[in-house]
């Protein structure tokens, strides 16, 4: 019964954290071009703040759902694709704290979105939208696979 629900709480963060990766590289991002330079900083910090519940939390539990999901999983979830879901998860998210952050954080600090950190974020977004699709994959396979 634990396997099935840390399952489906990996499949649900999962899929979340993918779309919530996707807006953010095709809209969000994007419409930071479009504010005006004494605009921004009150759009980033009104970003930063509406973070924690949209795109945080689910990144966590994504993140401690993966986990759990190596020790405890539904027979139909093989060990290697508990880890692969888990490895990419831990990615996301590292690459969200360390890569995007200091970002985040000199935006904030400058009140400046300068190009070559809007050009980063850009990149470790489209990066997190591959890695968030290829978990969904690996999950789409356990899904069909427990489908059977």
Do not use: K
């Amino acid at each position: 019964m634990l396997g099935r629900v840390m399952f489906l709480t990996t499949v649900i963060a999962t899929l979340f954290c993918a779309a919530v990766n996707a807006y953010t590289l095709q809209v969000a991002y994007p419409l930071w071009r479009v504010v005006g330079a004494a605009e921004f900083p009150a759009v980033h910090r009104e970003y930063l703040e509406r973070l924690w519940p949209v795109i945080t939390l689910p990144h966590v539990v994504m993140f401690f759902a993966s986990a759990g999901l190596i020790v405890w999983r539904p027979g139909f979830v093989p060990l290697g694709e508990a880890i692969a879901v888990f490895v990419l998860a831990a990615a996301v998210v590292g690459i969200s704290a360390f890569a995007a952050g200091p970002i985040h954080g000199r935006f904030a600090q400058t009140g400046v979105m300068d190009a070559a950190g809007y050009r980063g974020l850009i990149a470790i977004s489209a990066v997190r939208v591959v890695m968030m699709v290829g978990a969904c994959a690996v999950l789409g396979v356990e899904m069909m696979r427990g489908l059977r």
